[in-house]
């Protein structure tokens, strides 16, 4: 399948699923995710803000991160492809942004470099078990990934999980995969 066809076949599937389903595997995939050391380890929190299309549920996890005091930074997306870091205090800054993405109002934005022995948790739409990641096709994580030196976990559910896919010279693999079944490693190169 192509890119394309990835993208739509696993977003369909993961758009009939129900709220609930969303809910209890997003509860179970949360609940792997932080048995990995690499979280464990962490000193900031790059993490996606699920706001569409059924994606793994994200909001549980910042608002346990936040009551422990753990700095949380969300994605805000920028002209020309770029996106940028900020300190989240609280669930309730945020708002719709671009492309109806949850981020930080303007008045609570406090933009940040990706601190050291950050762990960046990432959406995608489909990955393989060799964790390639299949975004929307912006291209936004990936720039940012290029450059991130830490640990990157993507999350999905077993649906999303695709026997291969496409690889660009540009498009950046996941360390992690975590799936309400399975937490895929990506191999040391």
């Not at 509860?27 to 995710?33: C, G, H, N």
């Not at 109002?105 to 995608?124: D, E, F, T």
């Not at 964790?131 to 720039?143: N, Q, T």
């Not at 990934?145 to 999350?155: D, E, N, R, S």
Request: proline share 6%.
């Amino acid at each position: 399948m192509t890119k394309a066809e990835i993208r739509q076949h696993c977003l369909e599937a993961r758009r009939a699923m129900s709220s609930q389903q969303v809910a209890a595997k997003s509860s179970v995939i949360i609940d792997q995710l932080k048995t990995l050391p690499a979280f464990a380890r962490a000193s900031a929190f790059l993490c996606y803000v699920s706001s569409k299309d059924n994606e793994v549920d994200t909001h549980g996890l910042i608002a346990c991160l936040l009551k422990k005091r753990q700095a949380v930074l969300v994605p805000i997306t920028e002209p020309g492809g770029r996106l940028e870091w900020s300190r989240l205090w609280a669930l309730d800054e945020l708002a719709p942004g671009r492309f109806g993405i949850l981020e930080p109002a303007a008045a609570h934005r406090r933009i940040m470099q990706a601190p050291p022995n950050a762990v960046a948790v990432v959406p995608g739409i489909a990955f393989t078990p060799e964790c390639d990641r299949v975004g929307y096709g912006g291209g936004y994580f990936d720039r940012f990934l290029a450059t991130f030196g830490g640990p990157v976990i993507g999350l999905a559910f077993d649906l999303q999980i695709v026997s291969r896919a496409e690889r660009a010279s540009h498009d950046v693999p996941t360390d992690f995969v975590i799936t309400e079944s399975f937490i895929y490693r990506r191999a040391a190169p």
